[in-house]
Nanobody
Framework: QLQLVESGGGLVQPGGSLRLSCTTS????????IGWFRQAPGKEREGVSC????????NYADSVKGRFTISRDNSVNTVYLQINGLKPEDTAVYYC????????????????????WGQGTQVTVSS
Protein backbone atom coordinates (compact mmCIF):
# COMPACT_ATOMS: atom_id res chain seq x y z
CA GLN A 1 0.00 0.00 0.00
CA LEU A 2 1.42 3.33 -1.06
CA GLN A 3 1.48 5.84 1.75
CA LEU A 4 2.87 9.28 2.37
CA VAL A 5 3.07 10.63 5.92
CA GLU A 6 3.81 14.24 6.71
CA SER A 7 5.30 15.37 10.00
CA GLY A 8 6.96 18.38 11.53
CA GLY A 9 4.11 20.85 11.63
CA GLY A 10 3.26 22.90 14.66
CA LEU A 11 2.66 26.32 16.14
CA VAL A 12 5.44 28.82 15.61
CA GLN A 13 5.88 32.54 15.99
CA PRO A 14 6.32 34.80 12.99
CA GLY A 15 9.89 34.67 11.79
CA GLY A 16 10.36 31.14 13.07
CA SER A 17 11.34 28.00 11.21
CA LEU A 18 10.05 24.51 10.71
CA ARG A 19 11.21 21.46 8.81
CA LEU A 20 8.46 19.33 7.39
CA SER A 21 9.11 15.73 6.45
CA CYS A 22 7.28 13.52 3.99
CA THR A 23 8.07 9.85 4.47
CA THR A 24 6.81 7.27 2.04
CA SER A 25 6.10 3.60 2.50
CA UNK A 26 5.00 0.88 0.17
CA UNK A 27 7.11 2.22 -2.67
CA UNK A 28 10.51 3.70 -3.29
CA UNK A 29 10.98 7.28 -4.34
CA UNK A 30 12.83 6.36 -7.50
CA UNK A 31 11.12 7.97 -10.49
CA UNK A 32 8.66 9.87 -8.29
CA UNK A 33 8.61 13.63 -8.14
CA ILE A 34 7.36 14.92 -4.80
CA GLY A 35 5.37 18.07 -4.30
CA TRP A 36 4.39 20.08 -1.26
CA PHE A 37 1.02 21.78 -1.26
CA ARG A 38 -0.90 23.77 1.30
CA GLN A 39 -4.47 24.72 1.93
CA ALA A 40 -5.58 27.47 4.24
CA PRO A 41 -9.14 27.70 5.56
CA GLY A 42 -11.46 29.04 2.91
CA LYS A 43 -8.77 29.00 0.23
CA GLU A 44 -7.90 26.72 -2.64
CA ARG A 45 -5.02 24.32 -2.40
CA GLU A 46 -1.74 25.89 -3.51
CA GLY A 47 1.37 24.19 -4.78
CA VAL A 48 4.37 25.58 -2.91
CA SER A 49 7.30 23.44 -3.98
CA CYS A 50 8.29 20.26 -5.75
CA UNK A 51 11.40 18.27 -6.48
CA UNK A 52 12.19 15.90 -9.32
CA UNK A 53 12.97 12.24 -8.75
CA UNK A 54 16.71 12.79 -9.11
CA UNK A 55 16.66 15.91 -6.96
CA UNK A 56 18.09 18.12 -9.72
CA UNK A 57 14.98 20.18 -10.39
CA UNK A 58 13.22 22.18 -7.70
CA ASN A 59 10.30 24.50 -8.29
CA TYR A 60 8.89 27.06 -5.87
CA ALA A 61 5.80 29.22 -5.81
CA ASP A 62 6.63 32.92 -5.96
CA SER A 63 5.11 33.40 -2.52
CA VAL A 64 7.71 31.15 -0.88
CA LYS A 65 10.87 31.70 -2.92
CA GLY A 66 13.82 32.49 -0.74
CA ARG A 67 12.15 31.12 2.38
CA PHE A 68 11.31 27.50 1.53
CA THR A 69 13.86 24.87 0.58
CA ILE A 70 12.95 21.42 -0.64
CA SER A 71 15.29 18.45 -0.52
CA ARG A 72 15.10 14.70 -0.65
CA ASP A 73 16.92 11.65 0.63
CA ASN A 74 15.86 8.67 -1.43
CA SER A 75 17.84 6.30 0.80
CA VAL A 76 15.32 6.91 3.59
CA ASN A 77 12.33 7.61 1.32
CA THR A 78 11.91 11.09 2.72
CA VAL A 79 11.44 14.54 1.27
CA TYR A 80 11.95 17.62 3.42
CA LEU A 81 10.60 21.15 3.28
CA GLN A 82 12.64 23.63 5.28
CA ILE A 83 10.57 26.71 6.02
CA ASN A 84 12.26 29.84 7.30
CA GLY A 85 10.91 33.30 7.99
CA LEU A 86 7.42 32.02 8.65
CA LYS A 87 4.59 34.49 8.17
CA PRO A 88 1.00 34.33 9.41
CA GLU A 89 -0.12 33.84 5.81
CA ASP A 90 1.84 30.57 5.75
CA THR A 91 -0.73 29.11 8.13
CA ALA A 92 -2.27 26.10 6.41
CA VAL A 93 -2.42 22.35 6.27
CA TYR A 94 0.63 21.18 4.34
CA TYR A 95 0.39 18.08 2.18
CA CYS A 96 2.96 16.13 0.27
CA UNK A 97 2.13 14.22 -2.87
CA UNK A 98 3.89 11.85 -5.25
CA UNK A 99 3.86 11.94 -9.04
CA UNK A 100 5.37 9.13 -11.06
CA UNK A 101 7.46 11.13 -13.50
CA UNK A 102 9.54 8.21 -14.76
CA UNK A 103 13.24 8.36 -15.67
CA UNK A 104 12.89 11.39 -17.96
CA UNK A 105 14.44 14.68 -16.93
CA UNK A 106 11.75 17.15 -15.93
CA UNK A 107 11.90 20.90 -15.49
CA UNK A 108 8.42 21.54 -14.12
CA UNK A 109 6.52 19.66 -11.45
CA UNK A 110 4.22 22.05 -9.60
CA UNK A 111 1.43 21.70 -12.14
CA UNK A 112 1.66 17.94 -12.57
CA UNK A 113 -1.15 15.57 -11.72
CA UNK A 114 -0.09 13.96 -8.49
CA UNK A 115 -1.21 10.41 -7.88
CA UNK A 116 -0.75 9.87 -4.16
CA TRP A 117 -1.36 12.21 -1.26
CA GLY A 118 -0.64 12.31 2.43
CA GLN A 119 -3.05 13.34 5.16
CA GLY A 120 -1.37 16.64 5.89
CA THR A 121 0.31 18.40 8.79
CA GLN A 122 -0.92 21.65 10.32
CA VAL A 123 1.35 24.68 10.34
CA THR A 124 0.14 27.63 12.38
CA VAL A 125 2.07 30.88 12.51
CA SER A 126 0.92 33.15 15.28
CA SER A 127 2.29 35.29 18.05
Amino acid sequence: QLQLVESGGGLVQPGGSLRLSCTTSGFTLDYFAIGWFRQAPGKEREGVSCISSNGETMNYADSVKGRFTISRDNSVNTVYLQINGLKPEDTAVYYCAAWWSGPAVITRCLDAEYDYWGQGTQVTVSS
